[in-house]
């Protein structure tokens, strides 16, 4: 083996930078800059290697934008046509130079830090479903099931009872009889049977367009219409009253946001630049395209108010980062609302690793800080000594001021009350608004406010995600441990959740026979009610080496920090804990969920708690614990169903077809509507609110035309095509 001595590794560049990201004390690639201009004096050439096409973008922009003549390289050029600095594509493991040579490698990792994918999002399977994920209404056979309640435009809420074929008429064939007639043939379609009170409609399968499926609150099972008679019309037309004021208001509050002024920021720079080359992903599509959206309504005049939507674990936090940055770039405070303390110290230290060696000053406000440490930071705040800060609704208290805000982050606003709603409308007029939920909107939804609202969705999948595995279980003492097991030896972690932290009062059947042999009943406390300490006691037996910590609100702040931040230090095999774990919390290793109890919770509560796994490349397994059959409603046997069967990447969107409550309906339209709602299901109201929205907006209406085809055709599937 033959050794080259006068290959230096660059070790002490790589340092140079690694300082000067950390610390800040420094541009993050004037080390760089300097070794660049000294090869340049000794006619060194440089090939900067990235591994990524956003990274070659951002590289070039950086360095050029320094004075640096850069170039970026052709696919098909030869190594020894390089002359300066050229960026190449291509990961090396390490930089190096060789003076003898006269030539310096460089990669992006050493420039801007490491980045955990490397594969680029993409590909034609997943830009198609990503355009999948947001297709509404009932797209096909597959997502009805019998027993779902359809509403027709013309005849009202059914009930779906499965797939019929029927006869519509003759076709003659080329079968003859004794005495050569023709033979009639029964022309046959499939059509969908649908119940109506007092009769029942047969809807050619090709005509599946008329039909919506209803969306109510959960577990209200809607009034079937009758079926010619006038109780449809009449509804139709309440529900258009209140769609049309509903309309009205949401005009008059849009054209009253676009006349607010609002701070101009200025376009982005090169310190912006380099903050996006420091992003350890490559952004999907719909991340990219929010953030380019949020960036430009922070440079327009008018003040902005946007709602992203994204499923969970989908990067919308980036793009609040960005937000937040540029908000400080321009001289502005950026505030962050979230809805719980677990929340807010996720943020604070997510901002603390993002913005390392940009020199923001950060502060936090909520019960895991002390009085003493609560007024400091709000001091901080009036006096402009903290650019950023994350908070609870403390963040809304009177006595909390700042010197120049300018951008406020609101993350999941739904899940605060009635009057913090109402103080954060006061900012809404005053200074740029960036909305972020998990709840997804469906398409028509979308379409239907993308006229009154800011909205961004992002639907796309982080490159190498793969989907929750999810399983529903009786309590099985196997199964659990070896599901615990199998994680830990891959290094992971587990979540444990149960709906409270005290028992639940639940009693089952106890057999028994005493000594007079006569049967007797009795009730006992089920397997499956146990407080939320006994169940970290089970766990202690059934895993004796995991290291379980507990966290719940009802803890100190000290204590439940200091459980929480065990946890994502990787200090705790086992969080047992309530819902205060369902949103936000990002622990890539924690990929093993159970939840105890799955029947208590809401449909929307499993399917937040569902994304807090599954957050890395790694597969991840959901287990909802369920007591036996006869102890399980029919609400919670459909929600379980439901959550079982949309598993894929991206579901949200799908469940969301299935539950008002994760819908977005009450986030956008207001709980006034629910009656609306309720009366002619979801789709049919999201439809009727764009129609009133066109009309009222003097925008030309497009009425949909459904023409009648008579074709002597068969239009069915014959049964031996099924298998």
């Given at each position: 083996v033959r050794l080259r001595a006068d290959i230096d590794d660059l070790r002490t560049l790589k340092q140079e930078l690694e300082h000067a990201r950390t610390f800040g004390d420094t541009e993050h690639v004037e080390p760089l800059l300097q070794r660049l201009k000294l090869w340049h004096q000794n006619g060194i050439r440089v090939a900067i290697a990235s591994d990524s096409q956003s990274r070659t973008d951002r590289l070039h922009g950086v360095l050029a934008g320094r004075g640096i003549d850069v170039r970026i390289a052709p696919p098909d050029a030869k190594p020894t046509s390089f002359s300066g600095v050229t960026i190449v594509p291509g990961a090396p493991a390490h930089s190096f130079a060789s003076m003898?040579?006269?030539?310096?490698?460089?990669?992006?990792?050493?420039?801007?830090?490491?980045?955990?994918?490397?594969?680029?999002?993409?590909?034609?399977?997943?830009?198609?479903k990503a355009k999948d994920l947001l297709l509404g209404g009932v797209g096909d056979f597959s997502q009805l099931r019998t027993g779902d309640y359809l509403v027709h435009q013309k005849h009202g809420v059914g009930r779906y009872l499965g797939l019929k074929k029927i006869a519509v008429g003759t076709v003659s064939t080329r079968e003859t009889t004794a005495i050569g007639v023709a033979t009639p043939k029964p022309l046959e379609i499939d059509a969908l049977q649908l119940e109506y009170d007092g009769g029942t409609l047969y809807l050619p399968v090709y005509r599946l367009g008329e039909v919506q499926r209803y969306v109510g609150a959960e577990g209200h099972a809607p009034k079937l219409d009758k079926l010619g008679g006038q109780t449809w019309e009449i509804t139709r037309s309440k529900v258009s009253r209140h769609v049309r004021v509903l309309a009205e208001e949401l005009l008059q509050l849009y054209a009253q946001r676009a006349s607010l002024p609002g701070h101009r920021f200025p376009p982005a720079d090169d310190t912006y630049r380099e903050l996006e080359a420091t992003f350890p992903f490559d952004e999907t599509p719909d991340q990219a395209a929010a953030i380019e959206a949020v960036l430009g309504d922070m440079e327009a005049p008018r003040a902005m108010d946007r709602l992203v939507c994204g499923d969970v674990g989908y990067g919308k936090t980036e793009v609040a980062l960005r937000a937040i940055f540029r908000a400080v770039q321009g001289g502005k405070q950026a505030a962050v609302l979230a809805p719980t303390t677990v929340l807010v110290e996720q943020h604070y230290r997510t901002m603390l690793d993002r913005f390392s060696g940009f020199g923001l000053q950060i502060g936090?406000?909520?019960?895991?800080?002390?009085?003493?440490?609560?007024?400091?930071?709000?001091?901080?705040?009036?006096?402009?000594?903290?650019?950023?800060?994350?908070?609870?609704?403390?963040?809304?208290?009177?006595?909390?001021?700042?010197?120049?805000?300018?951008?406020?982050?609101?993350?999941?606003?739904?899940?605060?009350?009635?009057?913090?709603?109402?103080?954060?409308?006061?900012?809404?007029?005053?200074?740029?608004?960036?909305?972020?939920?998990?709840?997804?909107?469906?398409?028509?939804?979308?379409?239907?406010?993308?006229?009154?609202?800011?909205?961004?969705?992002?639907?796309?999948?982080?490159?190498?995600?793969?989907?929750?595995?999810?399983?529903?279980?009786?309590?099985?003492?196997?199964?659990?441990?070896?599901?615990?097991?199998?994680?830990?030896?891959?290094?992971?972690?587990?979540?444990?959740?149960?709906?409270?932290?005290?028992?639940?009062?639940?009693?089952?059947?106890?057999?028994?026979?005493?000594?007079?042999?006569?049967?007797?009943?009795?009730?006992?406390?089920?397997?499956?009610?146990?407080?939320?300490?006994?169940?970290?006691?089970?766990?202690?037996?059934?895993?004796?080496?995991?290291?379980?910590?507990?966290?719940?609100?009802?803890?100190?702040?000290?204590?439940?920090?200091?459980?929480?931040?065990k946890f994502i230090a990787g200090d705790l095999d086992i969080l047992v804990a309530t819902t205060i774990v369902e949103s936000g919390l990002d622990i890539p290793k924690a990929n093993t969920m159970f939840v105890a109890r799955a029947d208590a919770f809401g449909l929307a509560q499993l399917y937040q708690l569902r994304g807090r796994i599954g957050r890395s490349k790694d597969r991840a397994y959901c287990y909802l614990l369920v007591p036996e059959p006869e102890h399980l409603t029919e609400e919670a046997r459909r929600r379980l169903e439901t959550l079982q069967r949309f598993t894929e990447l991206g579901a949200g969107f799908q469940i969301a077809s299935q539950d008002l409550e994760i819908r977005g309906g009450g986030e956008l339209l207001g709980a006034k509507q629910s009656g609306s709602i309720a009366a002619v299901g979801f789709d049919q109201y999201v439809k009727m609110l764009e129609r009133a929205v066109a009309e009222m907006g003097g925008k030309p209406i497009h009425s949909e035309v459904d023409p009648e085809l008579s074709i002597e055709t068969p239009g069915f599937i014959p049964d031996d095509y099924v298998p």
């Open positions: 003898r040579d006269g030539v310096a490698i460089v990669t992006a990792a050493d420039i801007f830090g490491h980045r955990t994918h490397r594969t680029e999002w993409g590909g034609r399977r997943g830009r198609r936090r406000l909520s019960r895991f800080q002390g009085k003493a440490d609560q007024i400091e930071t709000v001091r901080k705040l009036s006096e402009g000594k903290l650019d950023v800060v994350v908070g609870t609704h403390r963040l809304l208290s009177p006595d909390v001021r700042f010197k120049d805000l300018g951008l406020l982050v609101i993350d999941e606003e739904q899940r605060f009350g009635v009057a913090h709603k109402e103080k954060i409308k006061k900012h809404r007029a005053s200074v740029d608004v960036l909305t972020l939920t998990a709840t997804p909107i469906p398409r028509t939804l979308h379409l239907a406010m993308a006229n009154l609202r800011d909205l961004s969705i992002i639907a796309t999948p982080p490159a190498d995600r793969r989907a929750v595995r999810t399983f529903v279980s009786r309590i099985d003492d196997v199964v659990i441990r070896e599901a615990i097991e199998r994680e830990l030896a891959r290094g992971g972690q587990v979540f444990f959740i149960t709906p409270t932290i005290g028992t639940m009062g639940v009693r089952a059947v106890d057999h028994r026979i005493p000594n007079d042999d006569k049967p007797q009943k009795r009730l006992k406390p089920r397997d499956d009610d146990r407080s939320i300490e006994d169940w970290a006691e089970y766990l202690r037996g059934l895993v004796p080496a995991a290291r379980i910590g507990i966290g719940h609100g009802s803890l100190t702040a000290e204590q439940l920090e200091n459980v929480m931040v």
